[in-house]
Structures are given as structure tokens and as C-alpha cells.
């Protein structure tokens, strides 16, 4: 009995050495993958797997298309990184910022969407990698990265012969007064840049510019590209129509988000909008320029921003009135405060001048009204300049709902609104009233089959009629025009309740995968100004251009811009700088210096581009919930003097003559 009992106990004692020996080695194990996977780098480690393995077999996926990386938001970290003492967490940060201060790299490259991913890969090898030469960067890395976004395009031009494509070029000028033109091609996967000419020798001449946009076109395959989307100038719009002529299958377009900007800046011109906009600078001016009252407001619930910075500053001046409005309550809380009552500020002439602006109720009625106003066209820019969703078949509709918003604003009275919408309409028919622009609403599904909305205008069925008419886009004519009428009256398959209900998401057919506008070409320049030097030789200027080719695809590709929300600050020095200069330093100036190079706090919040929310939506949304605070009387007195028979003579005047911008 005793020897059983000791033979049972010898193997109790064997079974838990195994089972801590088996747990000992599991850890090593363990630990061992995980520095094995930071301390090799993708390639070698699976390399090293395989060699080892099944050296006949074919290699599998990365393991990185099946699991985020640990860096990535809402991922487990390693153990490795968690183990990492704070020390040396700071000291990794400050070698990166040591290499920054040092190489002058500007501190917004910290956002890139490309800085992480490196980080994580030289992690991944461990110490001892050595970072490439400058020789390897320069050529064989570049090289590298151009092969890469050649694919990438590879991959587009499959989608372009099926849903056809969008040539747009941007012209531009840089400091030495040359013409610049960039080519990139738009399609609903993706755009991609083709290269940039230097044109400053045949931007006048319109039959040389039409022969470079062949020289493109056919490069692309002239049956891929539905449309040229330019600027608005008289000699591009002349090329566009001789490449019509030789290419009866591409049509040529304005830049929509051009011609909105300017409708934006002659509604902005008029006398009581530039009296309003001046007002309300005096206003943001005074709190962005003294530190305690920007601190005060910075308390309240719910505060965000006054300066909004938009694409344009025309866009920036109506969405920082809506801005303004939203801030009546914590502005007027402010100066009927004892804070503001006790300072010394509040006894100067700015101060009773900002203070009666605020307490002034007409002000923020006008303010109100103003973003109403252009509530329709914000929106709109917002649609024609965004990748989301192609516009093309969304431009005629959003126009026409701007002109009977603003109508219904000012309660259907043609003396209040017939100013603006003259301008819109002027610039509509000069600019966006195009036969493909009416074609492509006509067949949008989103309208066609909501009879409570759809225009049914002439013009929208001429446009069609146009399109088909036309050989090169409807060989068989006849039967396009039976399609048509089996769309319009939702018969046949047409009629299927899985078509109706798909009719507001899905976008078929050529025209409706095409963008309206070519803002997507206006981006950083300064990289082409390089370029187009006349200081290189041949072989550094294919490097240029490798790597403008590089960059500009790279940011194509990432890119998640606001088109209402750019980081530019020149667009909104008129709301927080003081245009009088300082004679002299006394305290309240000193302050105003010390405060104004850190002073627009929204810049720091649109660089964190991943977490912000959308900025602007209210300017969106909000703007046609407010007619119940807004009586008759209200309405009657936005633009006082300008509204009356002689003022509304002059205001008809200047829209017909408002010059030549396109």
C-alpha cells in the first residue's frame, strides 16, 4: 500500500513539474513571438517561416490584411509597449522632435497618415535598423514609390472603360508669372494625378491648349473620358469646345465650385453684406485679440470656435456669420457680465463699440439671414467639391433649390429677392446651365422618380434629347429614347420595387459617375514651383517630377479633407487681425502681440483630422429651422436702403455686369 502511495505521489509530482515546465515554455514562447514580430520585418519573418516549413508551398497573405496594426485606434497594444517605462516613451519623443527642430520638417508632418505606418515598421525590425542613404531616397526608393502609384492608377484605368472618366485641368500662376496646368482624372474609385506642364506659352492660343488636352485624352482612350472639367476662363472654355468638336463623346464643363465661389463673392460685395461682414470682424477681432476674454468664453458650455476657416474666403464670411449667431447668448453673456464691467477694457472706444454691436439685435438678426442666405450654396459647394459621391447629377438640382430656398426665405417677395437670385441665375446661365449637367439630373433616379421635386423644365428634356441626339454617345438613338420613357414611367424592370427603392443610392451609367468640379487639382504648389524651375538638369528634373507624381498620388489617395474646412490662415486674417497698426507698446497691446501668435486654437483642431467632428454641418442643417424667430419686419429691414425701387435698379445693374471671371 505504501509503495502505491508513493508511486502515485512520484507521478503527482512528475505531472506538476511538466505542467509548470509546459506553462514555462509557453511564456518563453510567447514572449519570443512577440519580440520575433518587432524584431523582424514582414518580408524576412515570413520568408524565415517558409524556409523552414514548406518551402514548396505557396506563401500566404500578410498577416497584416487580417489584423489592424496595434498602433491603430482601438487595438491591443504589445506587451512590449505596454512594459515601457514613461522615460523611455519620452525619450523616443524627443529624438523624433530633436529631428524635426533640426531638419526644419514642418511640425504638421507629424498628421501625415504615412508617419505612423514608418514608425511601426522600423518597431517592427528593432534596434539596429539604419535609416536608407540619401541616394537610396533619391532614386531607387523613388522609384519604388512611383511603381507603386503607377498600379494604383493600373487599377483605375479598368474602371474607366466601363463607367468612363473626368479630365480635369487647373490652371494656375505661380510667383514668376507662369502658367501651370495640372491633368488628373476623376472616377468614382479614386483620383489620380498624371503629371503638371509648364504652359505659360500657350494658355492665350486655344487651339494649342486643345492639342495638349488630346495629347492627354488620348493617353487616357478618348471612349473613357466623358467630359474636360476646367476653369472658367474664355480660352479654356474655347479649347473645350474645339476638343468637343474633334471628340464628339466629351463635353466640356466649368469648375461648379469656381462659379459658386464667385456667386459667393458678388452676394458677398453687396453694400449691406460688407457693412455686416465689418461689423462682425470688430467683434472677433476684440475677442481673439485680449486673452481674458477669449479665456472666459473658452468656460462656457459647449463652446466652440467663432473662426471657422472655409475654402475661400467668401465661403469663410458667411459661415463665420452663421458662427456668429451661434454665439449670440455667450457674447451677450459676456458683456453684460461684472468681468467685462470691472475691466479697463470695457471703457474704451472699442469696447463700448463691440458692446453696442452685441447688444444690438438687428446685427444678429442680419447675421442670421445672411447664413440662411447662403445656407443653399454652402451646401451645395460642399457636395461638388467632396470624392464621396459624384456630383455631376446633383449639380442643376442643387442650384435650383438654392434660387427657390432664397424665394421662400424672403416669403416669395420678388423686391427682397430678386438681387440674389439674379446673380445666381446669371452666373448659372453663363456657367452651369451646360446640355450634360441637365441630361445628367434628368437621369438621376434620386429626382426622376420623386415627382414632388423634380424640375420639369424645358431645358432639362432639351439637354437629354441633346445627349442622346448625339452619335458618338447613342449610336442606336431609338432605342435609347424607349429605355427613357420605360425609366420615366417606371415600367417594366424599372417598376421593381428593388429599383424604386435603390433609386436615392445607386448611381448608374457613365454621365452619373462623373464629378462636377476640378477643384481636386488645387492642392500644395509649392512643390510644383520646383518642378518647373529653370535651374536643373534633365535627370533632376525627372526626379521632380517623380516626386510630384509620388506626392500628389499619396495625398490623393489618403486624403479626407473638409472642402468648408481648410487650415489656411490667410483666409481669416480679416477676422482676427486688426488691420490699424500699434504706435505705441502699452500693456493692452503688449498683451494683444504676445496672444496673436498662438491665437486661432481651431487650427490645432483641424490638424487632428481622425477625431474632429464635422465642422460647419450647423451651416448645413440649421439654417432653414430659424423663420419662427424671424418675423416680416426682419426680413424687410436685411439690406435697409438697398431694397428700395432705386436701390433694387442699382443692385439689378451690377449683376448684369459682373464682369469677366470666367
Not at 117 to 135: F, Q, R
Not at 379 to 408: N, T
Not at 470 to 481: F, G, L, R
Request: hydrophobic share 35%; glycine share 4%; proline share 3%.
Amino acid at each position: 500500500m505504501q509503495e502505491n502511495l508513493k508511486e502515485i505521489g512520484k507521478k503527482k509530482q512528475q505531472a506538476q513539474e511538466e505542467l509548470e515546465h509546459n506553462t514555462a515554455v509557453f511564456v518563453d514562447e510567447y514572449m519570443e513571438e512577440e519580440r520575433g514580430s518587432s524584431s523582424l520585418p514582414k518580408s524576412q519573418s515570413s520568408d524565415a517561416h517558409h524556409e523552414g516549413t514548406d518551402k514548396g508551398k505557396r506563401k500566404l497573405d500578410n498577416i497584416e490584411t487580417f489584423f489592424a496594426p496595434r498602433t491603430r485606434a482601438g487595438s491591443q497594444p504589445s506587451l512590449k509597449s505596454v512594459m515601457a517605462s514613461k522615460e523611455a516613451i519620452h525619450r523616443a519623443d524627443l529624438a523624433v522632435a530633436r529631428w524635426f527642430y533640426d531638419s526644419c520638417i514642418p511640425l504638421n508632418a507629424i498628421n501625415s497618415n504615412f508617419a505612423q505606418k514608418a514608425i511601426d515598421a522600423i518597431g517592427a525590425i528593432g534596434p539596429g535598423y539604419k535609416l536608407p542613404s540619401y541616394y537610396k531616397l533619391r532614386v531607387n526608393l523613388l522609384r519604388d514609390c512611383k511603381d507603386e502609384c503607377k498600379l494604383l492608377i493600373d487599377s483605375y484605368k479598368r474602371s474607366w472603360s466601363e463607367i468612363g472618366c473626368t479630365l480635369m485641368a487647373d490652371g494656375w500662376t505661380d510667383n514668376r508669372n507662369r502658367t501651370l496646368i495640372n491633368f488628373l482624372v476623376y472616377c468614382p474609385r479614386g483620383v489620380a494625378f498624371l503629371k503638371s506642364v509648364d504652359a505659360s506659352d500657350i494658355t492665350k492660343d486655344a487651339k494649342t491648349l486643345c492639342s495638349l488636352f488630346c495629347e492627354v485624352v488620348e493617353w487616357i482612350g478618348p471612349h473613357n473620358v466623358v467630359q474636360l472639367v476646367t476653369d472658367n476662363a474664355a480660352n479654356y472654355k474655347k479649347a473645350g469646345e474645339l476638343l468637343h468638336e474633334r471628340f464628339g463623346n466629351i463635353y466640356w464643363s466649368p469648375c461648379s465650385a469656381h462659379c459658386l465661389n464667385l456667386i459667393l463673392k458678388d452676394i458677398g460685395n453687396m453694400s449691406h453684406i460688407q457693412d455686416l461682414a465689418q461689423r462682425a470682424s470688430k467683434v472677433t477681432i476684440f475677442v481673439y485679440n485680449h486673452v481674458f476674454v477669449l479665456a472666459w468664453l473658452r468656460k462656457r458650455d459647449g463652446w466652440k470656435e467663432i473662426i471657422r476657416p472655409g475654402a475661400t474666403r467668401f465661403a469663410t464670411t458667411f459661415i463665420t456669420l452663421k458662427s456668429m449667431a451661434d454665439h449670440k447668448l455667450d457674447l451677450q453673456a459676456f458683456i453684460t457680465s461684472k468681468v467685462f464691467f470691472d475691466s479697463k477694457i470695457s471703457k474704451t472706444v472699442k469696447g463700448k463699440e463691440v458692446s453696442a454691436i452685441i447688444l444690438d439685435n438687428k446685427f444678429w438678426n442680419d447675421c442670421l439671414l445672411a447664413s440662411k442666405l447662403s445656407g443653399p450654396l454652402i451646401r451645395l459647394l460642399r457636395i461638388v467639391d467632396s470624392d464621396e459621391k459624384p456630383s455631376l447629377g446633383f449639380l442643376y438640382d442643387g442650384m435650383y433649390k438654392a434660387r427657390k430656398d432664397i424665394k421662400l426665405m424672403f416669403r416669395n417677395a420678388k423686391r427682397m429677392y430678386k438681387p440674389y437670385t439674379s446673380i445666381i441665375k446669371r452666373r448659372c446661365d453663363r456657367q452651369l446651365r451646360q446640355g450634360i449637367h441637365c441630361a445628367a439630373y434628368f437621369l438621376n433616379p434620386h429626382f426622376q422618380h420623386d415627382k414632388e421635386i423634380f424640375c420639369q423644365k424645358a431645358e432639362v428634356m432639351q439637354g437629354l434629347i441633346e445627349l442622346i441626339g448625339n452619335k458618338d454617345i447613342c449610336p442606336k438613338s431609338t432605342a435609347t429614347m424607349n429605355e427613357v420613357r420605360l425609366f420615366c414611367d417606371s415600367l417594366e424592370s424599372f417598376g421593381k420595387p428593388i429599383a424604386l427603392t435603390m433609386a436615392k443610392e445607386m448611381q448608374p451609367g457613365k454621365i452619373l459617375s462623373q464629378t462636377s468640379s476640378s477643384s481636386g487639382c488645387e492642392r500644395n504648389w509649392s512643390v510644383f514651383e520646383q518642378i518647373h524651375t529653370k535651374r536643373r538638369n534633365h535627370l533632376e528634373h525627372q526626379r521632380l517630377n517623380d516626386l510630384v507624381f509620388v506626392r500628389y498620388n499619396l495625398n490623393l489617395r489618403h486624403r479626407n479633407y473638409d472642402p468648408l474646412d481648410y487650415t489656411s490662415i490667410e483666409m481669416v486674417d480679416f477676422w482676427v487681425l486688426d488691420e490699424e497698426p500699434v504706435s505705441e507698446l502699452i500693456l493692452e497691446n503688449l498683451e494683444t502681440e504676445i496672444y496673436t501668435e498662438d491665437v486661432i486654437p481651431v487650427a490645432e483642431e483641424l490638424n487632428t483630422s481622425s477625431t474632429k467632428e464635422p465642422l460647419n454641418e450647423e451651416v448645413l442643417d440649421d439654417v432653414g429651422n430659424d423663420n419662427e424667430i424671424i418675423g416680416n419686419e426682419d426680413i424687410d429691414a436685411f439690406g435697409g436702403e438697398c431694397f428700395d425701387e432705386q436701390g433694387f435698379r442699382d443692385i439689378t445693374f451690377d449683376a448684369s455686369n459682373l464682369g469677366d471671371d470666367f
